[in-house]
T-cell receptor, first 113, second 114 residues
């Protein structure tokens, strides 16, 4: 699976948009970009995923650059409950073998008042 | 809430002992993956079970083994516990199908080996 690079930590004021970047310059054409987050002492939570088009759901938006070498997760109105470690993961389409998630160390987002 | 449950929540064992951790997957899911998360690190893939068969394994020794049952629940067994096995153990369930899919994680079991 392609390697991802994320900043170690970021701060965001409550109510503002949180923009979390991720570099995945070695991504292959058949690899999706996934985002998960892990709130302290809980299991990781799926947020969103995409292949090449921008995606939006009730939690966040995912912007993938045209060359697919980087992406940004956007939390449009961050709240204190969004304080967590955010993981950017790339993984291939299900090929019938184990579709594991390869986690890095993620970005620790701290939302403040 | 993902519908994935794990037991026990916390566990303390002594080096050399054996431990069994349990996971109930979300309704309708047929695949369970296990991860180990050391303090301050991201989760590391241990193995995955699909329809009661091991379907891939990470870089973990054979003393880490598992089972998946007909109802798709799963167990993780670790023999000859070592101090470095102290970690949060996470299971994730998913519905194996062609194309992308999401894994839904349980709250984890915190294992401490002394």
């Amino acid at each position: 699976d392609a390697k991802t690079t994320q900043p170690t930590s970021m701060d965001c004021a409550e109510g503002r948009a949180a923009n979390l970047p991720c570099n995945h310059s070695t991504i292959s054409g058949n690899e999706y970009v996934y985002w998960y987050r892990q709130i302290h002492s809980q299991g990781p939570q799926y947020i969103i995923h995409g292949l090449k088009n921008n995606e939006t759901n009730e939690m966040a938006s995912l912007i993938i650059t045209e060359d697919r070498k980087s992406s940004t997760l956007i939390l449009p109105h961050a709240t204190l409950r969004d304080t967590a470690v955010y993981y950017c993961i790339v993984r291939p389409l299900n090929t019938g073998t184990a579709s594991k998630l390869t986690f890095g160390t993620g970005t620790r987002l701290q939302v403040t008042l | 809430e993902t519908g994935v449950t794990q037991s026990p929540t916390h566990l303390i064992k002594t080096r050399g002992q054996q431990v069994t951790l349990r996971c109930s997957s979300q309704s309708g899911h047929n695949t369970v993956s296990w991860y180990q998360q050391a303090l301050g690190q991201g989760p590391q893939f241990i193995f995955q079970y699909y329809r009661e068969e091991e379907n891939g394994r990470g870089n973990f020794p054979p003393r880490f083994s598992g089972l998946q049952f007909p109802n798709y629940s799963s167990e993780l067994n670790v023999n000859a516990l070592e101090l470095d096995d102290s970690a949060l153990y996470l299971c994730a369930s998913s519905l194996e199908s062609v194309g992308s899919y999401e894994q839904y994680f349980g709250p984890g079991t915190r294992l401490t080996v002394t």
